[in-house]
């Protein structure tokens, strides 16, 4: 069964750069049927899709936020990972990374989340 | 872009209700809709794609419905484990978009 994993710092100072990793286990992140997108909920608050990527490199972003993140993957971890920088108190956020489906065009698996708080 | 907006924002019901959430998309989507459930602390749980299908071990008592800019998720029969916020999801040429989501609460 294939599980993701996020991992990173819980806390970021304002102006630095926030940095996560997904670890995808039970499956490879090398499938031409999947996309791996993160997507954050700053607490109390719905869903915000940052953005995508396909295993081959291709990125895409939400341009309310495309100047400030970048997503990579790095196929010989089988991991994928998200950037933030000169985050400020609004990146508080629960912060997950999912897999979409290229069949069902839906995020069908989830991470367990992880929160991110900025604050010095 | 496209906006998605659901409603209502909050829906107060009780257990055996029959309840209905509307998810507006601000342009025809054809039929690329997707319903999760999230309880509090817990990532989305995926419930239905393609509008009305339904994702693998979803009980029937969901069920979606719609298509161009109006959709929508019913539960025919509320259980104890349904109250949740829920959210509806629309993905187009790399673009992916959520709806704010509707709280289903205990009336």
């Known amino acids: 069964q294939l599980q993701l994993q996020e991992s990173g710092p819980g806390l970021v100072k304002p102006s630095e750069t926030l940095s996560l990793t997904c670890t995808v286990s039970?499956?490879?992140?090398?499938?031409?049927?999947?996309?791996w997108g993160w997507i954050r909920q700053p607490p109390g608050k719905g869903l915000e899709w940052i953005g995508s990527?396909?295993?081959?490199?291709?990125?895409y972003y939400n341009p309310s936020l495309k100047s400030r993140v970048t997503i990579s993957v790095d196929t010989s971890k089988n991991q994928f990972s998200l950037k933030v920088s000169s985050v400020t108190a609004a990146d508080t956020a629960v912060y997950f990374c999912?897999?979409?489906?290229?069949?069902?065009?839906?995020?069908?698996?989830w991470g367990q989340g992880t929160l991110v708080t900025v604050s010095s | 872009d496209i906006q998605m907006t659901q409603s209502p924002s909050t829906l107060s019901a009780s257990v055996g209700d029959r309840v209905t959430i509307t998810c507006r998309a601000s342009?025809?989507?054809?039929?690329?809709l997707a319903w999760y459930q999230q309880k509090p602390g817990i990532a989305p749980k995926f419930l239905i794609y393609?509008?009305?299908s339904l994702q693998s071990g979803v009980p029937s008592r969901f069920s979606g419905s719609g298509s161009g800019t109006e959709f929508t998720l019913t539960i025919s029969s509320l259980q104890p484990d349904d109250f949740a916020t829920y959210y509806c999801?629309?993905?187009?040429?790399?673009?992916?978009?959520f709806g704010q989501g509707t709280k289903v609460e205990i009336k």
């Open positions: 393609n509008t009305s």
């Open positions: 999912a897999r979409h489906s290229r069949l069902k065009d839906a995020f069908d698996i």
């Open positions: 342009q025809s989507i054809s039929s690329w």
């Open positions: 990527l396909y295993y081959s490199g291709s990125t």
């Open positions: 039970g499956g490879s992140i090398s499938s031409s049927s999947y996309y």
């Open positions: 999801h629309h993905y187009n040429s790399y673009s992916w978009t």
